[in-house]
């Protein structure tokens, strides 16, 4: 099917482009940022071979449609979305971390929590939970924002402030943005029938100093979902929980025997795997806005991005 895995766009007054695990960002005249989200897969900070229909037109709705929902408690950085899979905002300097918040013990938390550890980024975690119980409240566990091909690491609040990534001014703000923005995403979930397990944001710093919500937000790529029907029932049975999100994905890498780890081999991703995982994302989509998915016109991807984005900057 027909896929976009890689732009090599040339638009006016364009400055640079970065190349990111799932998108793609071209910065126009140190002002505009055209943000371009494509079909790549990505798990384990791996890039997968293949791309998945539809997928960035999925990630991109529904990261906008949540900057739209969350506008009134935290400001974000987007102008426009000119295309199904663009979004257009300002120019910001990215904090250096990013903020992952957890309401149950699930994904990457509870395998570290399996090997006994204890102690995860700084945050003491009680003793007696199994995996995907739920947290007294939410905890906020922080990685380093990784370069390319570089593995994100866990930190903790007092080893960003002690090694000067965030100034406890700004860390403070970005700790009240995250919890507000999952507290609205859990509200909002739960009116779909569905948890949000944990997410992570990206914050920036626009040219006049204000701090923002940046890149994605409550997409299956960034964020972990449970059906809550039946969630307590499958707790208390030791089942496996009903999600929406990328884990289904991480979890057939590792029943293939791949964890990013050297010298493992991703396994191949069939036509028919490729068009399941089309699929789960697209029922997530259905899920979590309430609304049927409408397939963008994909005979030539590139070109209908192209001329979109042009047609919005010669405004």
């Not at 006016?12 to 140190?30: A, C, F, L, M, T």
């Not at 409550?218 to 049975?237: I, V």
């Not at 025997?257 to 991703?269: A, L, N, R, S």
Request: negative net charge; proline residues 4%.
């Amino acid at each position: 099917m027909n896929t976009i895995t890689t732009t090599n766009f040339n638009f006016p007054n364009q400055k640079s482009v970065y190349h990111g695990k799932v998108r793609e960002v071209y910065n126009i005249n140190d002002e505009l940022l055209v943000m371009i989200a494509t079909d790549r897969l990505s798990a384990f900070d791996v890039v997968m071979p293949k791309g998945i229909p539809y997928k960035g037109q999925i990630l991109n709705q529904i990261a906008t449609r949540f900057m739209q929902l969350t506008e009134d408690i935290v400001p974000n950085w987007l102008i426009a979305t000119p295309d199904p899979n663009v979004a257009i905002g300002h120019l910001c300097q990215p904090f250096k971390v990013e903020m992952v918040i957890r309401g149950y013990l699930s994904g990457h938390a509870a395998r570290e929590y399996a090997l006994g550890k204890r102690i995860l980024c700084g945050v003491t975690l009680p003793e007696g939970l199994k995996e995907n119980d739920k947290f007294i409240e939410p905890i906020i566990t922080p990685t380093t924002k990784a370069d390319i091909g570089v593995h994100d690491e866990d930190i903790s609040r007092e080893a960003i402030l002690a090694n000067g990534i965030v100034t406890e001014e700004d860390y403070l703000v970005l700790e009240k943005y995250t919890r507000a923005l999952f507290q609205r995403g859990t509200e909002i979930a739960a009116s779909r029938g569905l948890i949000l397990v944990d997410t992570k944001y990206e914050f920036g710093k626009t040219k006049d100093g204000k701090i923002v919500l940046i890149d994605e937000i409550h997409t299956p790529d960034s964020s972990r979902y449970f059906y809550s029907e039946g969630y307590q029932d499958r707790q208390n049975n030791n089942e496996a929980q009903k999600q929406l999100s990328k884990e289904f994905v991480r979890q057939w890498l590792i029943a293939n025997g791949f964890q990013g780890k050297e010298g493992q081999q991703i396994p191949k991703m069939t036509e028919e795997y490729i068009k399941s995982v089309s699929e789960r994302y697209i029922e997530l989509y259905e899920n979590i806005l309430g609304e049927k998915f409408i397939k963008a016109d994909i005979t030539d991807i590139q070109k209908r991005i192209e001329e979109n984005v042009l047609n919005y900057l010669n405004k």
